[in-house]
């Protein structure tokens, strides 16, 4: 099967490849206007001297304003200063790069002191796609374009959110995973309990990012909340699937928290207080090329629940979470950057009984240090080197007999080298390495013989990515390969060839594709169980196809249509009846009690769409997903997937209005979860209790779910310092969403649970 998954992309290149469209060439910026500038004279030099260019390295909006400006060779503190505040004057014609897109773009600028040259632009207006125009230097004289510089995606599907757009959306009290859950190819988890579920996929099978590292979970408890400061991001990157081989161990999606590589301008503060938590934030430049960051957040539902609850003979330590990070992101003067940051995220929730023992507790904890290293490679390339590591601990106890914990120390290192030319070639080549110590122990009575061990892990992955562009057309084959090596002797690997591909119709149509294969590996307890019962485990697998549209309806309105296919394979069965922390929801009818075995497989396929409008005063969303996700169990008995949603549609709206309000709304709908009914039951007399006799597996369903969530914002300007407050009301309408279905004590009625009802959220949010 990986064979002819091989033929078909290496088909699928040469196919393509035939194409003989030609693209537009990227249009580098070209001044418009530098006004009149003079440079402040050093002691004894003579006024009438020549004066050289001083080269600033310069990004250049979308609109040809500047944004950020730096002197790349000094020539001493006082011009270097006098340089960057001009240069922040300039004004430039936008980029667009080889695809005919308006983009930002970085540059390198000489930039020279006297009188004005060229004509004043009138206001900015939001920006459009470009028509062409020709590439190279400015024929202005005083100023000199010298280098031209660009970061793209190679990804078929990547939608990346702007973090000062998630602020006002309604329904996410402006967290930044709260607003990917919005996003076509993502289901509504059970519960709303914060988990990620893209493509009809298990959540343990998509992955949490930090800036291309791995973190073990994205959401506090009850998904409130990201476990990173919105407010330190600058975007948030979602690829449901067919993701370049930058990524893998993963068969579904994935998003990336990427914080910002821009030195902020001036100090930044704020306190912000809701019904829910507590936050901190600080921003503060500390000389010309570096910046501090400070965060905290800490829930309170415990202090305000945990008098009400503890009335009784049990004592109740409601949930509660906490998150502290620092950053520190230095831009050295040759170029690049190098950014540290430490991370602190704890959830912890318990039940007392009256003599003080602990019933049942879950926590979940990490401590993470994430560095981060750009700099020029020579030439063309640039080399990053990501780090991630710190220890992780979950951990689960019952009635103070049972315990269980999964508490892994394992440090994540990427090693790349890559260019970004928009030329005719690109490529990117890397080394995604991870190792450590993995320990766990699963006792709880009722669920299995006891486990524990602690194992050694090397996994190892290189990848290799060309980016090539002939004509209108870019493709990106790559191959990534992932050997993953245990000390109890356990060797797995995989290779994973993948192809993503884009066409450029005309300048506001694209059509994109993609075909790859993905691996995930088994999961350590897997590996060594199945090694004690004399069998090995392999990597499941994935084959992943999608094929869509983009189109630019005006320069505010934008949308998109994408068909997917995914065909899983040597899914791993078996050994139901152990622990394992929560998933999902539970499974009543009888279990798979096998030995753990690569016997089971999956089909997932659909069609998504989405429409994003981006005006000057309104932002809005509408995104709609049809899917169906099937598996196979080891009899080869086909059945829906406990997180089959088949219709998933959500829209939201946040308008501007006069006087520093604004309104948004926000509607979801979706398809009810799979369940298996309960037929029949009969009475055990020994046992004097009622066994239940379970109908086909996930024949019934829930009913539809139905929210509608509104809020509402208002700002306070001051002399030195803004207030904002804000009321969000989730569950407007109090809809009664059925979430779980329980039964009665003789399995007679059914007595379903239902979800939140009517939740106000009122917040403050003072900043200086």
Do not use: C
């Not at 490529?427 to 050694?456: H, T």
């Not at 499941?540 to 065909?567: C, D, I, M, P």
């Amino acid at each position: 099967m990986r064979t002819t998954a091989l033929a078909l992309l290496l088909s699928l290149g040469l196919g393509l490849g035939l194409g003989d469209a030609q693209a537009a060439e990227p249009v580098l910026p070209q001044l418009e206007w530098q006004p009149e500038t003079e440079r402040p004279l050093l002691e004894g030099e003579d006024p009438a001297a020549p004066q050289p260019a001083v080269l600033l390295e310069v990004d250049v909006g979308a609109d040809g304003q500047v944004l950020f400006a730096r002197v790349v060779e000094s020539q001493g503190p006082e011009i270097d200063e006098a340089a960057e505040r001009a240069a922040m004057d300039l004004r430039f014609t936008p980029a667009r790069d080889a695809e005919g897109q308006v983009t930002t773009a970085r540059i390198r600028y000489g930039l020279r002191f006297g009188p004005a040259i060229g004509t004043p632009p009138p206001e900015p207006e939001p920006s459009t796609p470009a028509s062409g125009e020709p590439s190279g230097g400015s024929d202005l004289a005083g100023g000199e374009i010298v280098v031209e510089t660009r970061r793209t995606s190679p990804e078929v599907t990547e939608r990346v959110l702007d973090a000062k757009d998630i602020q006002v959306l309604p329904g996410t009290g402006g967290d930044a995973v709260r607003v990917v859950q919005n996003l076509p190819g993502v289901s509504r988890p059970p519960v709303n309990i914060g988990q990620l579920i893209i493509r009809g996929t298990a959540p343990e099978d998509s992955a949490a990012l930090l800036d291309g590292g791995p973190i073990p979970l994205v959401f506090h408890f009850s998904g409130l909340t990201t476990v990173v400061n919105t407010d330190s991001l600058s975007e948030v990157a979602f690829l449901p699937g067919n993701q370049g081989v930058r990524y893998g161990r993963i068969l579904g999606g994935l998003v990336d928290l990427r914080f910002t590589r821009e030195l902020p301008e001036e100090s930044r503060s704020y306190l912000s207080v809701d019904v829910f938590q507590a936050t901190a934030f600080t921003e503060q430049p500390i000389g010309e090329r570096t910046a501090l960051t400070l965060s905290a957040r800490r829930s309170y539902i415990d202090a305000v629940l945990n008098p009400i609850l503890n009335g009784g003979p049990t004592s109740i330590q409601a949930p509660r979470y906490y998150d502290i990070s620092a950053r520190v992101l230095h831009l050295p003067d040759k170029g690049g950057s190098i950014d540290a940051l430490m991370l602190v995220s704890d959830d912890r929730f318990r039940f007392f009984d009256e003599d003080g023992v602990e019933d049942l507790g879950l926590s979940t904890t990490f401590q993470k240090l994430r560095f981060r290293w750009l700099q020029p490679a020579g030439g063309a390339w640039e080399s990053e080197t990501t780090l991630v590591a710190g220890p992780e601990r979950q951990s689960f106890t019952f009635d103070g007999d049972g315990e269980a914990y999964e508490a892994p120390l394992m440090a994540s290192v990427r090693q790349e080298l890559r260019t970004d030319t928009a030329g005719l070639f690109d490529a990117r080549l890397g080394l995604d390495l991870e190792a450590g110590l993995d320990r766990f122990l699963y006792d709880v009575p009722g669920f299995g013989d006891p486990e524990e061990a602690e194992v050694w892990v090397l996994a190892p992955a290189p990848y290799a990515e060309l980016t090539w562009r002939p004509g209108a057309l870019r493709l990106t084959p790559g191959v990534r390969s992932d050997i993953r090596w245990l000390d109890t002797g356990d060797i797995l690997l995989s290779i994973d060839p993948r192809l993503g591909g884009r066409y450029i119709v005309n300048d506001d149509t694209a059509l994109i594709g993609g075909i790859g294969v993905h691996s995930q590996p088994p999961e350590n307890r897997q590996v060594i169980a199945a090694g004690e019962a004399g069998d090995t485990l392999k990597p499941a697998w994935a084959l992943h196809k999608s094929l869509g549209v983009e189109y630019q309806f005006t320069s505010a309105l934008r949308g998109g249509l994408t068909g997917f296919h995914n065909s899983q394979h040597d899914l791993v069965v078996g050994r139901e009846d152990r622990f394992a922390f929560f998933s999902g929801p539970p499974d009543f009818e009888a279990m798979d009690t096998g030995a753990y075995a690569n016997a089971g497989s999956g089909l997932v396929y659909g069609v998504e769409s989405l429409l994003e409008l981006q005006a000057d005063s309104t932002v809005g969303l509408l995104s709609a997903t049809w899917s169906r996700s099937l598996r196979t169990n080891r009899d080869g008995d086909e059945g829906l997937f406990r997180y089959d949603q088949p219709w998933v549609i959500n829209a939201l709206v946040s308008q501007e209005l006069p006087r520093n309000w604004r309104l948004g709304a926000r509607v979801r709908f979706s398809s009810g979860n799979p369940y298996t009914p309960i037929e029949n039951r009969i009475y055990d007399v020994g046992t004097r209790s009622f066994i239940p006799l379970f109908g086909e597996t996930d024949s019934a369903r829930l009913p539809s779910f139905f929210s509608l969530d509104l809020r509402v914002d208002k700002t306070y300007e001051f002399e030195r310092w803004t207030l904002t407050t804000y009321l969000d009301l989730q569950n407007a309408t109090n809809a009664q969403n059925l979430e779980v279905i329980n039964w009665t004590y003789d399995y007679s009625e059914e007595e379903p649970v239902a979800g939140l009802p009517l939740v106000p959220s009122f917040g403050l949010r003072g900043e200086f």
